[in-house]
């Protein structure tokens, strides 16, 4: 299967990843790739390609021995670590709630296709799709995938989430039972989709009440994801949310952002006019804010950091990066490594 260098997910995906690297005591430093601060909170505005995924799904493998790197990592799963999602999931009410939700933001997480949701009288079928890549990181992947909603569903659901199955494209792996011992339940391989069945009984039940404990560290996580925004009113925060985590390889427009906030381009406009803010100055900030990430971080090829921003030049970009800051990337750049060199001189 080749690998669509195009399709990219959040980094945030990356993290309990790293987590279980460092759990068995391994340094993180020489896998993670560059431009990425693993250690300063900076994954949940990131994107990865699938192929640098891919890449370090495999040499975490190797590192650790371990076949069944995308389950190992799954189990390591934290809400917490999807910024968004966290901020949005803080407050839904019910099941159907939460996965009406999780499909419309979907593409925040990932490019594939947003999984599709077949809702029967006892039980409730997620179909989930796996983006093309390497042979081991897509089993990895659907490990992954499939480890994490799992994980969600108990961490959700409480007692009222039973799951009744699950289904994987690739045939089973040398570690099925290890597989099946997790899920606890018998599962099926060489399937047309991944899939994830669950029962259908905690649809509309009130979440809050069967894991106030959760949402609690929900609500207070989305309080300091607000906090970043303090200075605005609860639309145009929520806005800024959006654009943060917009994935570089798909254009952000007015529209598309108001389609995954279920209204119209106009309303969205009025509704931010209604705050004394505009889209424009949104995006321009949360432009500025990746553009010195990445700059602070080492980027050093101003041309791809151009596009994956969203301008159609380099000209354009270093035009506005210079109105907004007052220098070039490039000084921008240099001055940054070397306040960078003065402490770790001073040290």
Known sequence: MSTNSASTLTTAAVQPL???LESKGLSIDELVPPGF?????QFCSQRMSIAQFDRLLEQASKLLGEPAIGLASGQQMELSNFYLLTFLLSGCHTGREALTLLRRYYSLISDTRSPDLFVGQQSIKLVYYVAEGTAFGCQARSELIASSIHAAGKAFGDNLYQIQGAGFRFPAPPYRERLEQFFGVPLQFSQPHNWV?????????PLMHTNPD???RLRRQ?????SRFGSMQEFSS???HILYQWPDSIPITKEAVAELLSTSSRTLTRRLQEENCQFSSLLRDVRLEKAKQALEAGHSDVQQLAIE???SDRRGFERAFKQWTGHTPAAYRRTCRNDAGEMAGAH
């Open 238 to 240: 929520k806005v800024m």
């Open 37 to 41: 601060n693993a250690r300063h909170g």
């Open 309 to 311: 921003l969203g301008f």
């Open 18 to 20: 790293l987590r279980l």
């Open 214 to 216: 959760l949402f609690g």
């Open 222 to 226: 989305a309080e300091r994801a607000v």
């Open 197 to 205: 069945s669950f029962s259908s009984r905690m649809l509309d039940k």
